[in-house]
Antibody, heavy 123, light 108 residues
């Protein structure tokens, strides 16, 4: 059964870069029809899509974060990663990685999620 | 601000039917997907596409769409359905995704 697991520092200083990885186990990150996404949730608030990547390297980013976000993929490690530069307190959130089915033009969805990892931006 | 609008909170009596709605212009072109999130847990996909349930999701959950509104209906709500529910779809550009603000469902 495919599983996703986030990893990375739980504390980041303001102005530094927030870096997380998501390891995919029980299946291949190179599966046809899937993208791999990052979603975050500030404490007590709703979900925000950050961006998604295909194993080929094709990416989509949230326009509100695009200037600070880089998502990359390493198929040899079955991992994809998030880098968010110039971190601010408002980036404090629970960060989820998820598998996104993206093969139909009118319908797509996030069908599998990691458990999430809390990242706090504070000095 | 979100391009998908949800009511912040909805309540339903145990065993009754409740509809949770999600409004947005992009829903005229794209189907919404729906996620259930219980406290301290990751979101779980409950409805996708026109009206599809992943394996393991009870058939009391159903989805529908009309115009700019997508709906999640729970027929015969159970105590374990108390949770936050989020809709998700593409935005008007078609190249980005947005979540609705979420609806907190209380089962009375």
């Amino acid at each position: 059964q495919l599983q996703l697991q986030e990893s990375g520092p739980g504390l980041v200083k303001p102005s530094e870069t927030l870096s997380l990885s998501c390891t995919v186990s029980g299946g291949s990150i190179s599966s046809r029809g899937y993208y791999w996404g990052w979603i975050r949730q500030p404490p007590g608030k709703g979900l925000e899509w950050i961006g998604s990547i295909h194993y080929s390297g094709s990416t989509y980013y949230n326009p509100s974060l695009k200037s600070r976000v880089t998502i990359s993929v390493d198929t040899s490690k079955n991992q994809f990663s998030l880098r968010l530069s110039s971190a601010i307190a408002a980036d404090t959130a629970l960060y989820y990685c998820a598998r996104q089915f993206l093969e139909y033009s009118s319908s797509d969805w996030f069908d599998l999620w990691g458990q999430g990892t809390l990242v706090t931006v504070s000095s | 601000s979100s391009e998908l609008t949800q009511d912040p909170a909805v309540s339903v009596a145990l065993g009754q039917t409740v509809r949770i709605t999600c409004q947005g212009d992009s829903l005229r072109r794209y189907y919404a997907s729906w996620y259930q999130q219980k406290p301290g847990q990751a979101p779980v996909l409950v409805i996708y596409g026109k009206n599809n349930r992943p394996s393991g999701i009870p058939d009391r959950f159903s989805g529908s769409s009309s115009g700019n509104t997508a709906s999640l209906t729970i027929t015969g709500a159970q105590a374990e359905d108390e949770a936050d529910y989020y809709c998700n779809s593409r935005d008007s550009s078609g190249n980005h995704w947005v979540f609705g603000g979420g609806t907190k469902l209380t089962v009375l």
